[in-house]
């Protein structure tokens, strides 16, 4: 089991490219950021082809809004582009925040903060470089991922590092959409996970939800491949 407080993890190195239903599957869930926020659809998959990676991560976070909140956890899982997505390495952290009064106290509840659980986290600045250490080239890919987007820009410009990433991003739940139809009644990460018999590593930590959104995807690949 991977530790969900700190550490890249390997698991592999091993690289390939992505076949053509690969992409094919991978396709309805490509999108770009827009200018002021938000996420348009691609229809050209050929940076998603020229992709060897997807750098599958999830946040959480001190409220909704990039601007005023702050990221309180990351995650991310590095997985080849290629076959069923084989795992290269992954990394999470804990996050110090720096402006815990603008928080929401909902949020706050929902991620388990407190002063003393979040003692040993790491600075914004560290948590950025090391995720852009796993993740560089790699295109950024998660469930419901817009938010994530957002956050993520705004954590790279307040840290002064430019976008290092894949010019395109992928969300998955379009692809679960898409794949599962009227097998799923809800299209939420714990929805689908158990409904795909897949076991949760943990609630609201960002680590244990990137392997969660990542054992999704592996198995809606493994599906595609089969139809």
């Avoid at 690289?15 to 996420?39: C, F, H, K, N, Y």
């Avoid at 469930?143 to 307040?158: P, Y």
């Avoid at 939420?188 to 680590?207: K, P, Q, T, Y």
């Amino acid at each position: 089991m991977i530790e969900a407080t700190g550490g890249i993890q390997a698991r592999g190195t091993t690289q390939g490219m992505a076949d053509s239903r690969l992409i094919e599957l991978l396709t309805a869930g490509l999108r770009t950021p827009v200018e002021g926020g938000g996420l348009a659809i691609v229809d050209d998959a050929s940076a998603l082809a020229a992709a060897d990676a997807l750098a599958v991560v999830d946040f959480e976070m001190s409220g909704p809004n990039p601007r005023m909140h702050e990221l309180l956890d990351a995650g991310i899982v590095l997985c080849e582009l290629s076959g069923v997505l084989p795992e290269r390495s992954s990394w999470g952290e804990r996050i110090h925040p720096k402006h815990i009064g603008n928080a929401v106290p909902g949020a706050l509840k929902v991620v388990g903060y407190s002063p003393k659980a979040w003692k040993q986290a790491i600075k914004l600045e560290e948590a950025m470089a090391r995720l852009v250490d796993v993740g560089r080239g790699a295109v950024i890919t998660g469930w419901g991922i817009g938010q994530d987007i957002s956050f993520l820009t705004e954590s790279l410009r307040r840290t002064g590092m430019e976008w290092p990433f894949a010019p395109i991003v992928l969300d998955i739940q379009p692809i679960a959409r898409t794949l599962l139809g009227k097998e799923v009644e809800r299209f939420n990460l714990g929805h689908v996970a158990d409904r795909l018999g897949i076991g949760r590593m943990g609630e609201h930590g960002a680590l244990a939800d990137a392997f969660a959104t990542y054992d999704v995807l592996v198995k809606l690949v493994e599906r595609g491949q089969d139809s």
